[in-house]
């Protein structure tokens, strides 16, 4: 598997990991805004996922645009709120993403 895959693969799972928060902050807090800010950046993910399925290259910008949005949201809200749950462990989830995501561009 090349890393172009490899990379349009943890963008998926991002996706999910993504979706999931957002679900979990709408139980765990009835927050109907992480609910649907989770599931559209889920979605947006998953869409870029699956561009990159049809032209690797444009999917993956595409997906470092989504996780550069993300990366300075939850940062954002680190500062704001000072707690590592659940901003500061979706930060490191999308930064790492986000490394592998331009890692394969770069060596392309």
Do not use: H, W
């Not at 963008?11 to 979990?24: D, F, K, N, P």
């Not at 609910?35 to 993956?60: E, K």
Request: aromatic share 8%; proline share 1%; hydrophobic share 60%.
């Amino acid at each position: 598997m090349q890393l172009g895959q490899i990379a349009s693969y943890v963008v998926l799972v991002t996706a999910i990991l993504v979706a999931a928060g957002g679900t979990m902050g709408f139980v765990k807090a009835n927050s109907k805004a992480s609910l649907i800010a989770g599931l559209a950046s889920g979605a947006a993910l998953a869409g870029c996922f699956a561009f990159s399925m049809a032209d690797q290259q444009n999917g993956l910008i595409a997906s470092i645009v989504v996780l550069l949005i993300l990366n300075g949201m939850f940062a954002m809200r680190l500062v704001k709120t000072k707690k590592f749950m659940p901003n500061g462990l979706m930060l490191i989830i999308s930064s790492v993403a986000e490394i592998v995501v331009f890692a394969a561009l770069l060596f392309k």
